[in-house]
């Protein structure tokens, strides 16, 4: 009886895409344009840019400022026992420019998201963070830079 089907090389193995039982993953879980492929770091980026773009609208020089994401803040210290003290640990951080270097400001990802439980509540504190790094910057109180800063 002849065999419609080809068999595949020996020599030149394919991708596997099942286990030899025939239960592995068939395809990805959902597709790139989905939230649910967007890692934990990505949809953090995402509410800080959002964030950033509802302040650049009432404030442009915003432009010359990078703002950036951490996962952690650094231990400065040199990792000594009297690095470590008892103050909380910061959800963000300003360097001003200067020496021809933008300014610049941190938001720290894993501080922000054990401190919150939901996406708006994190969204909530994300642009906290970034109203009060940037009042920080511009030498304003947050009030100043966002009007509805401390709203719930």
Request: aromatic share 4%; hydrophobic share 35%; net charge negative.
């Amino acid at each position: 009886m002849e065999n419609p089907v080809t068999p595949r090389d020996a020599d030149r193995p394919g991708p596997r895409r099942r286990d030899r039982h025939g239960r592995g993953m068939r395809g990805p879980i959902a597709p790139p344009q989905v939230p649910l492929a967007a890692s934990r770091g990505e949809v953090f980026a995402d509410l800080v840019q959002d964030s950033v773009e509802r302040l650049e609208r009432r404030w442009p020089q915003l432009a010359d400022i990078d703002f950036l994401v951490l996962d952690v803040p650094r231990l400065d210290g040199g990792g000594g026992a009297d690095a470590w003290s008892d103050e909380a640990v910061p959800l963000g951080g300003a360097v001003p420019s200067r020496d021809g270097r933008r300014g610049r400001v941190v938001v720290y990802r894993r501080p922000v998201e054990i401190r919150t439980k939901g996406r708006d509540e994190r969204a909530a504190l994300v642009h906290e963070v970034v109203v009060e790094q940037v009042a920080d910057l511009l030498g304003l109180t947050p009030e100043t830079v966002d009007p509805r800063y401390g709203e719930d």
